[in-house]
């Protein structure tokens, strides 16, 4: 089926990657009000609401309005003539859905033209023989585009991130990872280029093909799984009700247990299947999940850090459970980029947002997948001219970073300290 779809004229397909990422779009604009910790029900799939008039300060009772047009389920056209129960959803909340369903099929439609075509990657005539594997990463960037967005969107509106993005969003990075011919980036050197594994630049150490690789990537499934349970420690009563609270706060939501289990026991069927009877794949199953566990580590390392620095929440689980989906789609090096390339890219935006309202808040999501975006699309000039280099240290790496996170927190704690003894505490 892919080959037939390579073999179409560059235009036809073109035409094809907009029609689905228009459907796509459609789908994103559903999933951000239906997926949302507090769901509303807006948009051409909800049941119509008619404009409420107002005369002399009185609100009069809206009378029961037609049912909704074809034309209202057009992409981009019915939003807009959905403009007039803004009085119900707010002034001109069909903007943005509006907006999404005119660009993200625009922006699809480019970035495949754009990765597929090695522009991305800069390598020109050496991708010839790789138009599959290009195609089959440009899939997998369109899926976690797509889940980026909802969860962009989510989290501007209410600071949270749904399991309903990271989880699905996870298990296709891994299973992509696992059967796709190729899934994470491609790493571009003179001699050559290959699929990105997780001990790049070096070789690939044949210990991780032994048992010793599959124990890692069982435990990684299973942490991540324990992760995504309710947890919460509770000392006031001692330690033997606190563990008693600890795991009765973990069972206490059947449905997200039993899916959190079926969903664990499912991801470690795949591990063991994939070591056992796809080896070819295993260095980048591996890959796709120290990714996650990478991702998501430094991820919950600075929460914590940060959390105990200023006594307060400063990262949210969600940006945890997004950073280690992220790192199952391009491994845990780039994921490194990510995270301190993040914190740039939001600076603008949380200036911007503090001049306006004159609330330095913001979530951390979206500048978290800004910056994904940012270096897929920038491949070349991040990647290959810049940061390939230094992974050839390592392990020393991962220590360097650990240490800053550390340092993280001791530099908010200093900082939290100063801020009371000046009378500046919750400033």
């Given at each position: 089926?892919?080959?037939?779809?390579?073999?179409?004229?560059?235009?036809?397909?073109?035409?094809?990657?907009?029609?689905?990422?228009?459907?796509?779009?459609?789908?994103?604009?559903?999933?951000?009000?239906?997926?949302?910790?507090?769901?509303?029900?807006?948009?051409?799939?909800?049941?119509p609401?008619?404009?409420?008039?107002?005369?002399?300060?009185?609100?009069?009772?809206?009378?029961?309005?037609?049912?909704?047009?074809?034309?209202d389920?057009?992409?981009?056209?019915?939003?807009?003539?959905?403009?007039?129960?803004?009085?119900?959803?707010g002034?001109?909340?069909?903007?943005?859905?509006?907006?999404?369903?005119?660009?993200?099929?625009?922006?699809?439609?480019?970035?495949?033209?754009?990765?597929?075509?090695?522009?991305?990657?800069?390598?020109?005539?050496?991708?010839?023989?790789?138009?599959?594997?290009?195609?089959?990463?440009?899939?997998?960037?369109?899926a976690?585009?797509?889940?980026?967005?909802?969860?962009?969107?989510?989290?501007?509106?209410?600071?949270?991130?749904?399991?309903?993005?990271?989880?699905?969003?996870?298990?296709?990075?891994l299973?992509?990872?696992?059967?796709?011919?190729?899934?994470?980036?491609?790493?571009?050197?003179?001699?050559?280029?290959?699929?990105?594994?997780a001990?790049?630049?070096?070789?690939?150490?044949?210990?991780?093909?032994?048992?010793?690789?599959?124990?890692?990537?069982?435990?990684?499934?299973?942490?991540?799984?324990?992760?995504?349970?309710a947890?919460?420690?509770?000392?006031?009563?001692?330690?033997?009700?606190?563990?008693?609270?600890?795991?009765?706060?973990?069972?206490?939501?059947?449905?997200?247990?039993?899916?959190?289990?079926?969903?664990?026991l499912?991801?470690?069927?795949?591990?063991?299947?994939?070591?056992?009877?796809?080896?070819?794949?295993?260095?980048?199953?591996?890959?796709?999940?120290?990714?996650?566990?990478?991702?998501?580590?430094?991820?919950?390392?600075?929460?914590?850090?940060?959390?105990?620095?200023?006594?307060?929440?400063a990262?949210?689980?969600?940006?945890?459970?997004?950073?280690?989906?992220?790192?199952?789609?391009?491994g845990?090096?780039?994921?490194?980029?990510?995270?301190?390339?993040?914190?740039?890219?939001?600076?603008?935006?949380?200036?911007?947002?503090?001049?306006?309202?004159?609330?330095?808040?913001?979530?951390?999501g979206?500048?978290?997948?800004?910056?994904?975006?940012?270096?897929?699309?920038?491949?070349?000039?991040?990647?290959?001219?810049?940061?390939?280099?230094?992974?050839?240290?390592?392990?020393?790496?991962?220590?360097?970073?650990?240490?800053?996170?550390?340092?993280?927190?001791?530099?908010?704690?200093?900082?939290?300290?100063?801020?009371?003894?000046?009378g500046?505490?919750?400033?």
């Amino acid at each position: 089926m892919l080959s037939g779809f390579i073999a179409l004229p560059l235009l036809l397909r073109l035409l094809i990657v907009l029609i689905v990422a228009t459907v796509v779009a459609r789908f994103i604009n559903w999933a951000i009000y239906t997926w949302a910790y507090n769901a509303r029900s807006l948009g051409p799939w909800s049941q119509p609401v008619a404009a409420r008039k107002k005369s002399k300060g009185k609100r009069h009772k809206a009378s029961t309005p037609p049912p909704r047009s074809w034309l209202d389920h057009l992409p981009v056209i019915g939003w807009f003539r959905l403009r007039g129960e803004a009085s119900e959803h707010g002034r001109l909340y069909w903007l943005r859905p509006l907006l999404i369903e005119f660009l993200f099929p625009l922006a699809m439609a480019w970035y495949y033209h754009f990765y597929v075509s090695g522009q991305a990657l800069q390598a020109g005539p050496a991708l010839r023989g790789l138009v599959p594997e290009l195609h089959w990463q440009c899939l997998a960037h369109f899926a976690l585009f797509t889940l980026m967005a909802i969860g962009t969107f989510i989290d501007f509106d209410e600071q949270s991130i749904p399991d309903y993005v990271t989880i699905p969003g996870t298990v296709i990075g891994l299973c992509g990872a696992a059967f796709a011919p190729a899934w994470l980036p491609f790493h571009v050197t003179p001699a050559g280029i290959v699929e990105l594994h997780a001990a790049i630049p070096r070789l690939w150490p044949e210990w991780l093909d032994s048992v010793y690789g599959l124990l890692i990537g069982l435990a990684i499934v299973l942490v991540w799984g324990f992760a995504l349970l309710a947890r919460r420690v509770i000392w006031r009563r001692g330690f033997t009700k606190a563990v008693q609270y600890f795991i009765a706060r973990m069972f206490r939501n059947a449905i997200l247990w039993k899916t959190i289990a079926v969903v664990t026991l499912a991801l470690l069927l795949l591990v063991a299947g994939c070591w056992t009877w796809n080896p070819g794949r295993w260095p980048y199953l591996l890959s796709s999940l120290l990714g996650l566990a990478f991702a998501g580590g430094l991820t919950w390392g600075a929460r914590i850090a940060a959390s105990h620095g200023m006594q307060m929440e400063a990262l949210g689980f969600g940006d945890v459970t997004l950073m280690a989906m992220i790192g199952t789609y391009i491994g845990w090096q780039p994921s490194l980029l990510v995270f301190f390339l993040a914190p740039m890219v939001a600076i603008v935006f949380v200036l911007t947002r503090t001049l306006i309202t004159g609330r330095p808040d913001t979530p951390f999501g979206p500048y978290l997948c800004a910056a994904t975006v940012l270096l897929l699309v920038y491949w070349t000039a991040m990647w290959t001219n810049w940061a390939a280099p230094v992974f050839s240290m390592g392990g020393f790496i991962v220590g360097v970073t650990a240490a800053c996170i550390v340092l993280l927190g001791v530099i908010l704690w200093i900082w939290r300290l100063i801020k009371q003894s000046l009378g500046l505490f919750g400033q």
